[in-house]
């Protein structure tokens, strides 16, 4: 029987600092540096009145892990949280460049305020593309991704391949270790052009919201199925990295889901559709509060709570498909199960503390404005600039870094000053975002027992601490695969 113990029958000296939250009949106990343990609610009452034997087995699992204050080894502690922030010793290297506006496709969600085809006063112009270019090299990170977005940036195509052979040749002085990524929709995308970006190593990530059916509703293509364009690209190139004997466990096209109202009930296609592709990873993305979506908020939103039924039903759906042989990972899941059990961060941007905001990520749009990150700068499309941070060709690369909108971001995303977050069992492995919490709360700093992101991570956290609890091997094995870093040598761009 579970109980919660009461605080005048907690040990002053038994336990180390710790974090508690029940999970599905368990007692999770996360400490400083990220270490966890699942106790039942015997061991629980044993830990917190300091009764634990020292020659028991649970007394070595708690020391182990470092929950028992007289074995407490602060070194290892420090070691493993040096290893966690590992990101902060770089500068920022996400360089996001919305190259237009344009875009031939019309989403019910469109995060990014497309613009019609015919607005080529949204398209940025190569000279603004190389003074970018010139920006982005500054960074202090090491690594630097410049990822092409729109609109389409297809739409802009000229722009897209003048920016990556600029910042080749101007990479032969900076000697970053560089890769392309491009965001498309792949329905403007022709023989010549898969060619040129596949010479280029430009990795390719698209959008697939599901099967024909759902991803045509919600994708509008005028005259096509918008599913029938990217589906038959997506094939085309896959093959097409075959051929060049890359491994397509490895190298395929990347796709990303947005999950509205009409999704959930879909489960089961959707996961069947990815397969299908060929591809290897879903995010199952909950639809945000920026763009488009605002104002279809009344047909497209849901409540969490049922978001996260029907991530759990597409999870278990996955696990089932794994344990055939059929490789498939869920985003979140892989994100999050890399702090808890690789004992890493993966450095994903937005689930990060703090988060990628100016110390992780610049976004620059088409008209030369700085933003703190691409959201940032989607808000800014909804007639919002708080998080804008400078003009391409202006402002330099420290005035971006001390900006007073990065620092605030930083400390606004900063969990141990968070009022919930600081006491959360998921402290270690959780991020929030400064640019939901402003949309959606008005405030920077967010109010977490009233967000529908910590709703989010806190449901998908539970979903993956009850079956770490539960112990089936199976489930354990698929997890492990599911944190493992492959390699992508072959976009990483070295200078001779
Ligand atoms: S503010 Fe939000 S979207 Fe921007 S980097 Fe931080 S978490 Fe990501
Ligand atoms: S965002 Fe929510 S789940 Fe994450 S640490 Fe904060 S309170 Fe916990």
Do not use: H
């Given at each position: 029987m579970n109980q919660l113990v009461p605080l005048s029958r907690l040990s002053a000296t038994f336990p180390a600092f710790f974090r508690h939250r029940e999970v599905a009949g368990r007692h999770l106990l996360t400490n400083y540096e990220g270490g966890f343990v699942l106790l039942d609610a015997q061991e629980f009452g044993a830990f917190s009145r300091g009764e634990v034997p020292r020659e028991s087995t649970l007394y070595r699992r708690l020391a182990e892990r470092n929950f028992v204050r007289e074995a407490y080894d602060v070194r290892r502690a420090a070691e493993k949280l040096k290893v966690r922030k590992r990101f902060l010793d770089a500068g920022p290297n996400l360089h996001i460049m919305v190259v237009t506006l344009r875009c031939n496709e019309t989403c019910v969600y469109c995060h990014a305020s497309r613009a019609d085809m015919t607005s080529t006063a949204t398209d940025m112009t190569p000279e603004l593309a190389e003074r970018t270019v010139d920006l982005i090299l500054q960074t202090s990170s090491p690594g630097v991704t410049i990822e092409f977005q729109g609109g389409e940036p297809l739409a802009n195509f000229g722009v897209v391949k003048h920016a990556i052979e600029y910042a080749l040749k101007r990479n032969e002085v900076h000697r970053k270790v560089l890769d392309f990524t491009m965001v498309t929709n792949l329905s403007l995308m022709d023989d010549e052009?898969?060619?040129?970006?596949?010479?280029?190593?430009?990795?390719?990530?698209t959008s697939v919201d599901g099967p024909e059916h759902l991803h045509d509703k919600q994708r509008k293509l005028p005259g096509l199925s918008a599913f029938k364009a990217a589906s038959g690209w997506i094939k085309r190139i896959n093959d097409a990295y075959a051929a060049m004997g890359l491994d397509p466990r490895v190298y395929h096209v990347e796709a990303l889901?947005?999950?509205?109202?009409?999704?959930?009930?879909?489960?089961k296609e959707?996961?069947?559709?990815?397969?299908?592709?060929?591809?290897?990873?879903?995010?199952?993305?909950?639809?945000d509060p920026f763009g488009f979506a605002e104002k279809t908020h009344g047909r497209i939103e849901y409540p969490r709570a049922e978001y996260l039924e029907f991530y759990r039903s597409a999870v278990d759906y996955m696990l089932a498909l794994?344990?055939?042989?059929?490789?498939?990972?869920?985003?979140?899941?892989?994100?999050?199960?890399?702090?808890?059990?690789?004992?890493?961060?993966?450095?994903?941007?937005?689930?990060?503390?703090?988060?990628?905001?100016?110390?992780?990520?610049?976004?620059?749009?088409?008209?030369?404005?700085?933003?703190?990150?691409?959201?940032?700068?989607?808000v800014h499309e909804m007639g919002d600039s708080t998080f804008a941070i400078g003009q391409v060709g202006t402002t330099s690369y420290a005035e971006l870094m001390t900006h007073p909108t990065v620092r605030t971001l930083t400390l606004a995303s900063n969990l141990d000053q968070q009022p919930d977050c600081v006491n959360c069992a998921y402290n270690p492995y959780c991020g929030v975002c400064p640019v939901h919490n402003h949309r959606s709360q008005g405030t920077l700093q967010g109010r977490?027992?009233?967000?529908?992101l910590c709703q989010v991570h806190k449901g998908?956290?539970?979903?993956?601490?009850?079956?770490?609890?539960?112990?089936?091997?199976?489930?354990?094995?698929?997890?492990e695969r599911w944190i493992t870093t492959r390699d992508r040598a072959h976009f990483i761009q070295m200078c001779s």
């Open positions: 052009k898969l060619a040129w970006l596949l010479e280029k190593k430009v990795q390719l990530c889901l947005t999950t509205t109202r009409e999704t959930l009930p879909r489960w959707v996961v069947d559709t990815y397969v299908d592709l060929g591809c290897k990873a879903i995010f199952l993305r909950p639809v794994d344990q055939q042989g059929v490789e498939i990972l869920e985003r979140f899941a892989s994100i999050f199960l890399t702090k808890i059990l690789g004992g890493e961060d993966p450095n994903f941007l937005d689930i990060r503390n703090p988060c990628g905001a100016g110390i992780g990520q610049i976004a620059y749009n088409y008209d030369g404005r700085i933003f703190t990150c691409d959201e940032g700068r989607m977490m027992r009233e967000s529908s998908i956290q539970d979903y993956l601490f009850e079956k770490l609890g539960a112990g089936d091997p199976a489930v354990l094995r698929t997890f």
